[in-house]
């Protein structure tokens, strides 16, 4: 049988009042009640989890000690904290002592103004959950549209099985001070006055053991036979998103869980290639862009940071072939993606200086330069190898400011990116080539001055 | 068998039976793995799609697929319902612990036989192409066979599989792990060729005289990608091809071997198959002097421009007329004063010469040029 999570790393024990020494008071041993709910809020910026674990105690008029141990797990003693859910005005919680001499354990020490069953919710921090979000995009074969998939995919490595656990995820950046992994594995809950001794993680499970395991939580993902996929509710709380995974999930140890969590068709996406030499160097980089809004049939919620890999269907029977993957920033609603899908042989641009010159020296008094003009006349030819139209931007960073520039040929859309930057944009045909010239002069030294009086 | 083939199992959960291990009611038989197509046209990645018949229960199926000893990247993996789309539904997809495999939980509506395709990138799986092509006699024309070299180190046995390229037909091949296969993928008879003998001057020594060895011409077969000589259909991928020549004794000799980048269509395969002797370069600078000197208040040179004679002879002692490119690099601003022959500019700074030499001729020329606004 799979133990229960708690079961195993919270033995918690009702010890009778009578006993004074209470760490080794182990007298009248309480059976603990199988848990009534376990949630688990899993965080994917920082390795951390808050479990709420629901159970009912059985508690005695008086003073009851509760014990707690976490042996093997990855549970951060430092957040363990207890909430009567009813009594709570008859129920008082004095402290929790991390006994001397003993490792893994703490007492709760609890006054309680009434007998028998009292629900209390334990909640605790823990390592070793995580999850991350990843996406499979389909182009159409015309790639004017794509499908895209969002899947979240929910890792246990925390050296515990989490059954029919309410699962949720957070999208968001946490802030927080201390590694929950390092808090777990200190000999002290708080450390000592000099730096704790750091200990090493659980052991690894032999490899007969995970054949077992592989059987057991196969069990239990027989347990809940759903005839469609879950839904991922999403909402927005302060700085994060919160998905909540519909129902119940069991995510064994060392397991990982790939569940889905939007399907959209048919978006609307733009492809663009790209030539940079400052940023991309020599080769010419595509691009696959769309905006996180109603327009392009998405925007209902910021979409996470993860990985996509894109697909091109090729034919009728949805044959596919690998496009490339791209890994991409958290997406806030409204905001434009734009997916490197890395370097493209068959566009090609190229820039090619054609003339060189210098003209209106000007000299200082001492008969030395002090400012010239360079004027270079480059040919750029732009070639599309792809049986498909395409637009290509190509992106001129110029040393500063002051220049000017004349153009001519076939140069599409003509832009000011910035002061010392231009771009011009081109659509091609397919199996196509397009070509356009400009001459560039630059000013240097005094002759900076001239060109800034004149603008 | 395929080791995937062994590998994947199906495991069906009654979806009603649901407290213990005992649930698990039937491991059926492996399912064949029918139409499997392997895509090599992103030379990166090579894509794996397999179809296989499940015989799906009424309700919940397991299905565990596993590659243990081949690289797959796990979430590249997908599953294509293709039978019955609408009533079977991918539910979750699991990974367990320590072992390249995932299970996936399916839900079927109905209990039916269910075709799916499974798709992934497949690592150690590629293809290579090599270029076979014997010239004729007189160098006029070659043939070019290309070879595509299948290798499969991916881990996994493929007995049939539909290989597909963005190049030329797609065909049906088998392939073990470990094993690689070359096949004539296209060829291409009688394309007409330039011979190119190339002097650049900024690699080669302008004086043979004063080198102790003989100074080899370079020497390139042009071939053009066009429809005008039969190719021009797609772009040729990049590849090792070896020139052979007939000699004209019914065998022939291997002239040499060069790699070629991708040719998109419409652009020159150029590969270069040694070097000659028998074409000879000699240059001299007869003349470089400034001119037009600016001096600043302490009498330093602060610009000047020169002006520079360049004298070129070029010797063919072949039996052959030839064509020599001939590149030479002027740096920075410049102009031509005299230049008997005509040049095309390769850039800002290299001009292009085609001269044509007849069989045991010479022809001999000076270019006059001045170099503008040079600062010391």
New interface residues.
């Given amino acids: 049988m799979r133990h229960s999570v708690l079961n195993r790393i919270l033995a918690v024990t009702v010890v009778c009042l009578a006993v004074a020494s209470p760490a080794l008071a182990k007298v009248d041993l309480v059976t603990l009640p199988a848990g009534k709910r376990i949630q688990l809020t899993i965080y994917n910026s920082a390795d951390l989890t808050l479990a709420r674990d629901l159970r009912e105690l059985t508690m005695k008029k008086g003073e009851n000690v509760l014990q707690f141990s976490w042996a093997g797990t990855l549970i951060d003693p430092t957040s363990l904290d207890m909430m009567p859910k009813r009594f709570g005005d008859k129920i008082d919680i004095f402290d929790i002592t991390y006994p001397p001499r003993v490792r893994n354990l703490g007492l709760w020490n609890i006054r309680s103004g009434v007998s028998g069953s009292v629900p209390v919710e334990i909640t605790y921090f823990t390592s070793g959950l995580s999850w991350r979000a990843?996406y499979?995009g389909t182009l159409s074969n015309d790639e004017k549209v794509m499908d895209l998939e969002g899947y979240v995919?929910v890792?246990n490595q925390s050296g515990e099985d989490y059954p029919d656990a309410e699962t949720r995820l957070i999208v968001g950046k946490i802030h927080i001070l201390d590694q929950i992994a390092e808090l777990a594995q200190r000999e002290f809950p708080y450390g000592r006055p000099f730096p704790p001794e750091i200990l090493a993680r659980p052991a690894a499970?032999p490899?007969e053991e995970?054949a077992v395991?592989?059987?057991r939580?196969?069990?239990a993902?027989?347990?809940?036979?759903?005839?469609?996929?879950?839904e991922i509710k999403k909402e927005g709380l302060s700085e994060y998103f919160l998905y909540t995974i519909e129902g119940t999930e069991t995510i064994?140890?060392?397991?990982?869980?790939?569940?889905?969590s939007f399907k959209t068709r048919g978006v609307p996406v733009t492809n663009l290639y790209k030539y940079e030499e400052d940023r991309y160097g020599e080769n010419v980089v595509r691009f696959l862009s769309f905006k996180n809004d109603k327009e392009h049939k998405l925007g209902d919620t910021p979409i996470p940071d993860g990985?996509i890999?894109v697909?091109r269907t090729v034919d009728e029977q949805?044959?596919?072939?690998?496009?490339?993957q791209a890994g991409f920033k958290y997406i806030p609603v409204d905001e434009d993606v734009e997916l490197n899908l890395g370097a493209a042989?068959?566009v090609?641009v190229k820039p090619?200086?054609?003339?060189?010159?210098?003209?209106n020296?000007a000299?200082d008094?001492?008969?030395?330069?002090d400012g010239?003009d360079e004027i270079?006349?480059f040919k750029v030819e732009v070639?599309n190898?792809r049986d498909i139209p395409v637009r290509v931007e190509v992106t001129r960073n110029f040393p500063n400011q002051y220049f000017e520039l004349e153009k001519s040929g076939d140069l599409g859309k003509f832009e000011k990116v910035d002061m010392d930057t231009v771009k011009f944009t081109l659509d091609l045909k397919p199996?196509s080539?397009r070509e356009f010239e400009y001459t560039h002069t630059q000013y240097h030294g005094t002759r900076q001055d001239r060109s800034a009086s004149r603008s | 068998m395929g080791k995937m083939l062994k590998c994947l199992t199906v495991t069906f959960v009654l979806a009603l039976v649901c407290a213990s291990a005992s649930a698990r009611t039937k491991l059926v038989a492996l399912p064949e793995r029918d139409a499997t197509i392997i895509r090599l046209d992103n030379p990166a990645h090579t894509l794996v799609e397999e179809e296989r018949v499940l015989t799906l229960q009424k309700g919940e199926n397991q299905i565990d697929f596993s590659w243990k000893g081949v690289h797959i990247d796990p979430d590249s993996i997908r599953i294509l319902i293709l039978s019955h789309p609408t009533k079977v539904r991918l539910i979750s997809v699991s990974y367990p612990p320590g072992e390249d495999a995932l299970v996936w939980n399916i839900y079927s509506d109905g209990a039916w036989e269910e075709t799916v395709r499974i798709s992934y990138l497949l690592t150690g799986i590629d293809r290579l192409i090599e270029y076979k092509a014997p010239t004729a006699k007189d160098e006029s024309k070659l043939d070019l066979n290309s070879f595509l070299v299948l290798r499969n180190f991916s881990g996994e046995d493929f007995m049939s599989a539909k290989v597909i390229l963005n190049y030329g037909e797609a065909f049906e091949k088998g392939i073990q792990h470990e094993e690689t296969k070359r096949m004539l993928f296209l060829s291409s008879k009688d394309l007409p060729i330039r011979k190119v003998f190339t002097f650049d001057a900024a690699t080669l020594p302008w004086d043979p005289e004063k080198v102790p060895e003989n100074v080899g011409i370079p020497v390139t077969y042009e071939i053009k990608n066009s429809a005008e000589v039969g190719l021009g259909k797609f772009g040729l991928w990049d590849g090792k091809a070896r020139i052979y020549q007939d000699d004209g004794h019914g065998s022939t000799i291997f002239l040499g071997e060069d790699r070629t980048p991708f040719v998109p269509v419409g652009e020159k395969m150029k590969l270069y198959i040694g070097d000659s002797r028998d074409i000879v370069v000699t240059q001299r600078k007869m003349r470089e002097e400034r001119t037009n000197i600016t001096r600043n208040k302490n009498n330093q040179i602060v610009l000047f421009d020169t002006d520079e004679v360049l004298s070129i002879k070029i010797e063919n002692f072949k039996d052959k007329d030839a064509v020599l490119t001939l590149i030479e690099h002027i740096p920075g601003q410049w102009e031509i004063v005299k230049c008997p022959r005509k040049y095309e500019l390769d850039d800002a700074y290299a001009l292009k010469f085609e001269i044509p030499v007849k069989a045991r001729d010479k022809v001999e020329f000076s270019m006059h040029y001045q170099r503008k606004n040079v600062r010391p």
């Fill in positions: 990843f499979l995919r890792s499970v490899t995970l395991r592989r059987e939580a196969r069990e993902v027989g347990l809940v036979a759903a005839a469609k996929p879950k064994a140890d060392g397991w990982s869980k790939r569940l889905p990985v890999k697909f949805a044959h596919l072939s690998y496009t490339g042989p068959d090609r090619k200086l054609m003339k060189y010159a210098t003209a020296y000299f008094r001492k008969g030395n330069i010239l270079t006349t070639e190898f199996n080539k």
